[in-house]
């Protein structure tokens, strides 16, 4: 006969007898026992890592509080293809708030922010992706397991940001894919499951990208250090660098991230010609090894040539400058991959004093800031005692005394990369270590995401006044 409702909650408040109360202590401490773990984060806690994967970011700096709002970490600034720490936070609600310094008002401004359930023996990796004008904050977690106190094994795992579905090999340098392990594949946006592998002391290992599977190699990191009881997050991404088929990757471990250039992508460079006491320069450029003429124009002074992408090879650079002699300059250029470079030739023809240099560029381009490579194309200064100049990037309004050098100590054909805010600037070069202007001030108005190269020359015929050039690209 079924009970009433009155004689139900009667029977679920009925006394239990001590044996019976014994017994269902026992049971959940059996279970209780069964269910922890020997981690170090049994105390109750998981753990949170923040990873950049948006090319075109400015630095970040994250702030992590609790529910009552209380500020409980900061991770320290971070920019593209970075992380920070793993940050251990008692389980609860968090909300994530990532911020940005803007370079108009110099105040921090909040870029986006998420919210996320902390459990214990629990690592969350947040993931900054898509560009500065669709960014997006991702969410992944898993397991803390314990390899970190296991010998002679590692984790690995791959998240992908690319815009194709790739599959990831580890494997020994010397080897081919047949031999390697098949880490993953992972379609676009997705991340694998981790990984556990045995550690080899003796191999050189590399990691390896193809398209879905296919024998094609679309990466090659060259010889990738995987240290024992690591966990290893390998970030692929789309082209960062000066080849735009290339895709491009970062290994981040529990509290350091590593960056490897794609050894399969084509190198670029430009050439610029600051020869001032002459019409015209031509330049050609060969492949060492096979004679191949890449680049053969006639630049002018202050002209910088389009970019170039070629296989990372030794090139030949042959300058012609048509003087009294023609006397032309050769030199030799070691290029390497996934690398932009300009080549200056400058001094003067009419003195038999002409220097060809190459100098890496930084290519990257910043949504909310400007990026300038600046070469230094005097041979001296005011001061015969210095011959370093510092360049400086003024915003409107502002004086050499007030203002850090965005670059110093650059010596004669030294080229340098900076970043700043994109405001409104006056650019000034002076004498290294004094307020003496040398050139400039040359003014602009970027936008964000402007790429420009800054070049200090002589004045036109050589000598004085020295002169600021300035060279957008679209590289």
């Not at 990796?125 to 106190?149: F, P």
């Not at 946006?189 to 003796?202: C, R, V």
């Not at 220097?355 to 041979?379: G, K, P, T």
Request: contains cysteine.
């Amino acid at each position: 006969m079924p009970m009433s409702p009155q004689d139900s909650r009667r029977h679920a408040l009925a006394p239990v007898s001590l044996p019976i109360l014994l017994l269902l202590a026992l049971l959940m401490a059996t279970v209780t026992g069964c269910g922890s773990s020997s981690s170090s984060s049994s105390d109750g806690t998981g753990q949170v890592q923040l990873i950049n994967g948006m090319p075109d970011s400015p630095q970040f700096r994250v702030e992590i509080n609790d529910s009552d709002d209380d500020l409980v970490e900061t991770v320290s600034v971070f920019g593209f293809q970075q992380a920070s720490n793993l940050v251990s936070l008692s389980r609860g609600t968090y909300t994530i708030e990532v911020f940005f310094e803007d370079p108009e008002t110099g105040f921090d401004e909040r870029f986006l922010n998420s919210e996320i359930d902390v459990r214990d023996n629990t690592i969350y990796q947040g993931v900054l992706h898509g560009t500065y004008a669709n960014s997006q904050l991702t969410w992944y977690d898993k397991d803390e397991g314990n390899v970190t106190d296991t010998e002679e094994e590692f984790e690995v795992q791959v998240i992908n940001l690319s815009q194709d579905t790739v599959t990831t090999y580890l494997g020994d340098t010397n080897e081919g894919l047949t031999t390697a392990t098949t880490v993953a594949t992972v379609v676009a946006g997705n991340i694998s499951d981790p990984q556990i592998l045995d550690f080899a002391e003796d191999t050189d290992y590399t990691v390896r990208l193809t398209a879905d599977g296919s024998s094609e190699l679309l990466y090659d990191s060259g010889t990738v250090t995987i240290g024992e009881s690591t966990r290893n997050t390998i970030v692929v991404n789309g082209s960062v660098g000066p080849d735009p088929d290339s895709p491009a990757l970062f290994i981040v471990r529990d509290a350091s991230v590593i960056v490897f250039p794609n050894e399969l992508a084509n190198a670029s460079l430009r050439m610029i010609n600051a020869v001032n006491d002459v019409a015209d320069a031509e330049v050609q450029i060969d492949v060492s090894a096979t004679g191949e003429v890449v680049l053969d124009e006639i630049l002018s002074l202050d002209a910088v040539s389009n970019a170039v992408r070629l296989a990372p090879d030794f090139i030949d650079v042959e300058v012609v400058t048509p003087n009294a002699s023609a006397s032309s300059l050769t030199t030799t250029v070691s290029l390497a991959a996934d690398t932009a470079y300009s080549i200056i030739v400058a001094g003067s023809a009419l003195e038999d004093d002409v220097s060809i240099r190459a100098n890496e560029m930084d290519v990257r381009s910043v949504a909310n800031a400007l990026n300038i490579h600046f070469i230094n194309a005097l041979r001296e200064t005011d001061d015969e005692d210095i011959n370093v100049v510092d360049l400086y990037t003024l915003p409107l309004g502002d004086t050499l005394s007030t203002t850090t050098p965005a670059a110093t100590s650059v010596s004669y054909l030294e080229g340098v990369s900076v970043t700043v805010g994109a405001t409104a600037y006056d650019l000034v070069v002076t004498t290294g270590g004094t307020l003496s202007i040398l050139a400039g001030p040359a003014r602009i108005f970027p936008n964000g995401g402007e790429r420009v190269i800054a070049v200090a020359t002589e004045a036109v015929g050589g000598g004085r006044p020295f002169r600021l050039t300035l060279t957008e690209t679209d590289e």
